[in-house]
């Protein structure tokens, strides 16, 4: 008898054996070995059998499973964009990723506790089943979770059979299940709700679900879905559940979590990690950077701030690359950074589209596409919104900029025509 209540663990490989018995059980179900007439036990044992052959199949279907959303993660989170908002410059995530510096909180008044000092470390306690992560704008927390995805698809993370990961921007349906497949399954797999339910209640305690950025779903839609009650322990109790949140948006949903997390950025060391990483094919020019860097720091905080904070490394990192390094000095305000990231993503497109550049500025006709761009934008978070239409930006041309996020939904099964920016 398989007992799949026992199989937490080492799941997956006693599912291929189950898969093996399968054939054998379908013998004898198909009638190749006839049962004898039928008594009470022989009910029992063909209720045993047809367990067997359903648990059987549904082995399969686990596999599957598995082995889709491993092929998902690894494809989709393998990559890292330095700039979230633009595809043209990616980097592998196993190349550059780049430990945080994530810490406990203790109690109500938010001490903060130890370091953690591997991100697997989260999951040592099996009591900590809800994972409360918080942080900053940029600091890492979506990056966070997508390296728990492709972790876990590269073979690590074994104490889960199958890890859900769903962003929270996405999130339409009212029941999990239904949502499940809105975002990770595709229409032609061979699974249903009722399936997916099943393996979800038999799998309980070794389900990991990663529930990314709940301040970007909208609260009057959130408190109707079954996120709450996940939060809560009111639905799938025994699973793991990580969710992340930029600080102090959802405490109401969070404050019953077992373990709260920060993560804080980039510690000094941890930033050089990341420049000589990201410079991996030309160290002088890192070696260069980070020396650069050394230097405006002296008398200002402002850099040693900003450095805590990957987004804007990266950007540091980006522009050092585009000034072609000699008398570069880095802006002294957030303001004059984002404007000099703008000006030189915008320079690239320029070079790309073979767009001339006048006297090595942007030509008039790319500034007034960003000035209505810009307008679009304020317009749209006023009204509290981050993703939009089409038909909801006036300049057709800032489209291509990469400024904004075409979101296709790779990670989501129906292909939604929706445009995201970021305001960060
Ligand atoms: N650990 C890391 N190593 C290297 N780069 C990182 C790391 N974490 C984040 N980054 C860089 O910082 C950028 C922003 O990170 P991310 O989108 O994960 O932030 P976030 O905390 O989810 O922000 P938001 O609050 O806006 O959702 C990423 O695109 C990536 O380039
Ligand atoms: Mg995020």
Known sequence: ?????????????????????????????????PPPSMTSSDFESRRYLSQQVTDGVMSIKLSALVKLLTDKYKRHYSKLLPIPWNDDIHLNLHDVYTTLE????????FEMGAELENLHDMFKSSDDRRI????????????????????????????????FFLEMRHVVELDMVTEIFHQLIPDDFDLSKQELSELISQYKESLLFLCDG???????????????????????????????TRPHLCDNYLKTCDLFLLVKGFTSDRTNEYILKYFKDDNIKGDLLIQQIEKQKVGTDFITDLLENPLHVSFLCIL????????????????????EILECVLKRYCAKNKIDLIDSELPEEIISE????????????????TMFDKSDISSEASLNFGLLVKDLGHAL??????????IT
Request: charged share 25%; glycine share 6%.
């Open 1 to 33: 008898m398989y007992n799949w209540s026992e199989c937490t663990g080492r799941k997956i490989f006693q599912t291929f054996n189950i898969s093996r018995n399968l054939a054998s059980s379908r013998a004898t179900a198909t009638g190749q070995h």
């Open 102 to 109: 994530v810490k406990k909180v203790k109690g109500a008044t």
């Open 132 to 163: 409360r992560i918080e942080g900053a704008p940029a600091m890492g927390k979506s990056t966070l979770c997508r390296k728990l995805a492709y972790d876990w698809s590269c073979g690590e993370l074994q104490q889960y059979t199958l890890l």
């Open 214 to 244: 709940l301040d970007e779903l909208d609260d009057s839609h959130l408190t109707k879905t079954d996120i709450p009650k996940l939060i809560a322990g009111n639905l799938y109790y025994w699973c793991t559940a990580v969710i992340t």
């Open 320 to 339: 050092w690359e585009f000034h072609k390094v000699q008398g570069y000095s880095f802006p002294e305000t957030l303001t004059k950074l984002y404007s």
């Open 370 to 385: 960003i000035d209505a761009l810009a307008l679009d934008s304020y317009k749209a978070y006023r009204n509290k919104k």
């Open 413 to 422: 099964r129906k292909f939604r025509r929706k445009i995201t920016f970021s």
